[in-house]
């Protein structure tokens, strides 16, 4: 059980250290300026680039023993998948917003034009009856 907190205590002694620690995480900022918990595709192109450069450079290690090549080659692996994986992930993320606004229009046009004469799919006899 939390102690209570003494009358004259600000409030910001009152948070407790776990909670200060994962707040600290969650607004993790890679290099400062990449928001990896709110930019789509950050985190995921950030951990397949970190197995990429492990898999190359420990390959690299294995097949040649050259320690200081092996470290180059992991950090050419790394940038490498992570760029890889953030296209890609970035140009999927794109085509499915295309495809969900133009859902979104044809859903309004469907609204709007249900009903009416101007609706496609509403049947049209072939004699006009007057």
């Not at 004259?8 to 890679?30: D, F, I, V």
């Not at 995921?44 to 690299?60: D, E, M, P, Q």
């Not at 050259?66 to 794109?94: E, K, M, P, Q």
Request: hydrophobic share 35%.
């Amino acid at each position: 059980m939390a102690a209570a907190p003494e009358p004259g205590e600000p409030e910001e002694r009152k948070a407790s250290c776990t909670s200060l620690h994962l707040s600290y995480w969650k607004s993790l900022k890679l290099l400062g300026f990449l928001d990896v918990e709110n930019t789509p595709c950050a985190r995921h192109s950030i951990l397949y680039g970190s197995l990429g450069s492990v898999v190359a450079g420990f390959g690299h290690f294995l097949f040649t023993s050259r320690i200081r090549r092996s470290c180059d080659v992991g950090v050419g692996g790394f940038i490498l998948v992570t760029l890889g994986c953030w296209f890609h992930c970035r140009y999927n993320y794109a085509k499915q917003r295309i495809q969900e606004r133009i859902a979104r229009e044809e859903i309004k046009k469907k609204i709007l034009y249900e009903g009416t004469h101007l609706d496609p799919e509403r049947k049209h006899n072939g004699s006009s009856s007057n």
